[in-house]
């Protein structure tokens, strides 16, 4: 017996359960982080001049960096201990933290002095104003242009490789860590509900970085007073974005040490694992294989074992619904709080908040309580996929109600819809039209900066003929087109009183509809033996990420910018993001393109089900057809 097999009845410091509540926390806090860079995403883009592709690219990273590390981390972990790997990704993501916030150590936490912000409010009057004497500096435009895309460029790539690392070392966490509490479970039936809580953690915590975010938007990113005249919704002011990465740092950190007393196995000396080692010959010290000679035999190896995966009929069909499952994370949750805010005119801290209590309230409580579900009545796999199927049918049916309950757009002065040509059709460069802009020079205004009075909306300050700024109070007077009257920043919404309505039916039918998501994951570790689990985990884990989690933010964006109708054309000749949507074609959109990949879904797990009816998984096959070195665990199972 070697020194790392357990001895019969041998106490342990901490037990497996002590194990699963540590997991619950690391993801906790792995997913307060995801959820955090979502909500810090527009900060960022002030602070260092990025683009909306480049924060895009930043949100891609992490899951490129996953997809990366996972099938390498899932083969060659299984042939070692699966507490400290995790333990040592723990530690290596809270490095990754920790040089996330490194910019503000390079660059500084404030962007601009007093003195400065003022200049640039200056400046901002003279570009915005109706320019009745023609003195508007459109070199103006260029310079901010110039700086989006030069200033900050070192910070732009230590934040890129920060989430390509945190990407990567994240790896153990939802595939070793997963087998190594499904394999170490006194009984199967206990395994459901524990991963299911662990898989809540992922829909909880990104609620958890949206109220952390929340927060700290609302704190100035030096820790002190912010300077005269700028409040939190000036364009100006920059939160301590930095503060949340350090915070999560430093819980990763916390969290790692006990990894490092958990045992290889908890497993009876009799169990199949145990009988693995001893089948396995006794190798001395000297003779063991280097991590460079485990990768050469992982690269020999392992196109035998994907082989085997992939004709593993069962296995292959529920991933591929699992992938198409996936889409509500990777791009309904992900876009869900730009539809709150554009289709019912919530702001966006509202519309963060709103998500989360979708997360949380629907998704995170729905997968813990399916996960106890299937353990406290220990539901058959088959019958298990059945139940995967009604509740997936239900997200469906939720999908199809959400198309009709959206709301109408903003009215914008001079935006107008034209039927022949299905566009909408802004007066850009024929302001002079209309009497009031005849002098303005507004067709030199290139960026959108809306501004409203009495539920009138304008594009610009210009475009409501406006000539005064104050550059303390934030706001335009003497507007010609209003009468002379001042206005507001920002677009009035019409009223719509339905969005409670939308909440409701979206989170009941998400609540229902995510009951069951863990089936997915205990088909994936049924369907295949012990010692395939780590890798069959990680294998699901990566076509996940490469054909959801990766493409899915670039799908659901590129179908809803072709709603948009507006565009905020920061430089000449750019298209720029977009500030204003065709609400009933987003409605519709959105949630048909959800709709989509649902469908799917459901038909890849119906095959699923119709496949494991012709087949026996591996728990099912009697002892004669076992293989012996299975044999013995399973008979042990069963007398429990």
Known sequence: MTDRTPLPGKKYKFSINIFVLLMVLVIAVQGTYLGYVVGMLTTLEKRFGFSSEKSGWLLSLYDIG????????????????????????????????????????FYGTADYTHEQLLQKKEAYAMEMNCDVNGRREISSQGEDCWREHKEH??????????????????????TIAYVYIDSNVKQK???????????????FGPALGFLLSSILNGVYTTLGDAPDHIGTHDEHWIGAWWMGF?????????????????????????SFHLMLEHSRPEVSPEDRLTFKENIELFLREFPMVLKKLLTNKVYITMVIAWMFGSYLIGGYQTYLPKFIETQYGRSASMADIYSGIISVGAIAVSTALGGWILSRYNIAPR?????????????????????????????????????????????????????????????????FDGVTVNGQNFYSPCHAGCTDYDVFSNTWSNCQCVYGNAVEKGLTHPECDIFFAYLAVMMIGLFLGNLFFMVTMMIVLRSVFDEEKVIALSLASFITNLFGFIPAPVIYGFFIDLCCILWNRQCPNERGNCVLYDNDKFTKMFHGV???????????????????????????????EFPESREREYRDEDEE
């Open 246 to 270: 350090l915070l999560c740092g430093t819980a990763y950190l916390l969290l790692a040490i006990p990894f490092f007393f958990f045992p290889r196995t908890y497993k009876h000396p009799d």
């Open 383 to 447: 019958s298990s996929i059945i139940c995967l199927l009604m509740s997936w049918v239900v997200i469906l049916v939720s999908y199809i109600i959400g198309m009709n309950l959206g709301c109408s757009q903003p009215k914008v002065e001079g935006l107008s819809y034209v039927d022949y040509a299905d566009r909408w059709h802004f007066y850009h460069h024929q302001e002079r039209e209309q009497e009031c802009l005849a002098y303005c020079n507004c067709e030199s205004i290139l960026k």
């Open 153 to 174: 460029t070192n910070a732009f790539i230590i934040l890129a490789f920060g989430q390509l690392f945190a990407g990567i070392f994240a790896a153990p966490f939802n």
């Open 594 to 624: 959800n709709s989509f990949f649902q469908i799917f879904a459901i038909i890849f797990a119906a095959i699923c089900y119709w496949l494991s009816k012709s087949v026996k998984l591996p728990e099912e096959m009697p002892m004669v």
């Open 189 to 203: 039936r206990e395994s459901p509900f524990l991963l299911g809580l662990l898989t809540s953690m992922y829909a």
């Open 66 to 105: 996953h997809t990366m590390a996972i099938l390498l981390i899932g083969y060659i972990g299984s042939h070692y201990h699966l507490p400290r790997i995790t333990g040592i990704g723990v530690i290596l993501s809270s490095l990754s933290m920790f040089m996330l916030a490194l910019p503000v150590l």
